[in-house]
């Protein structure tokens, strides 16, 4: 998809309102800040009124998992016609760098393969002052909507 300033604040707008009451992303209050050809930036406020803490105090790996998710997730959306396909994640793997108690988390997600059905994305997490607090690599599945899935399986 060719991004650009006509197209831009637009899509931010479209992907910020897929973000509805019983979403991850709306609990965790994820926006969508900024978005090139092959990036997508959004933001996570760190919110002291809600669980996202270890006991010790520091921001819980698993939502710095599920920001980078959502934002990388995302990304890979808006290289498909939603209409007909969904964008599923299979695998992820975090690094995490340093810890964070408060402040403001900012995802960069790049895509680094777009095929037909597999997307390839490096998610970096950083602080306000651009510190690095984890890196995460993640594949997203692309699959048809007319596939019926049995779950009962």
């Known amino acids: 998809m060719e991004i650009n300033a006509k197209n831009k604040n ?8 897929l ?7 709306h609990f965790l209050q994820i926006k969508y ?17 809600k ?7 520091f921001i819980h790996g ?3 998992t599920s920001l980078a998710e959502s934002i990388g997730s995302t990304l890979s959306l808006i290289y498909v016609n939603k209409i ?22 900012f995802a960069k997600a790049k ?3 777009t095929g037909k059905t597999l997307h390839f994305i490096n ?21 048809s909507k007319n596939i019926e899935y049995n779950n009962n399986e």
């Open 123 to 143: 998610v970096k997490i950083f602080n306000n002052d651009n510190n690095i607090i984890s890196f995460c690599k993640m594949t997203n599945i692309i699959i």
């Open 19 to 25: 973000n509805t009451k019983n979403t991850l992303m």
């Open 10 to 17: 637009n899509l931010l707008f479209y992907l910020n309102s």
């Open 51 to 57: 669980t996202f803490f270890q006991p010790e105090g």
């Open 33 to 49: 800040i900024n978005i090139d050809h092959d990036s997508l930036i959004g933001k996570m406020i760190i919110d002291k009124q």
């Open 84 to 105: 007909l396909f969904n964008v599923f994640n299979i695998e992820i793997a975090v690094n995490h760098i340093k810890h964070i108690k408060t402040g403001i988390l």
């Open 62 to 64: 698993g939502i710095i």
């Open 111 to 113: 895509m680094i393969h």
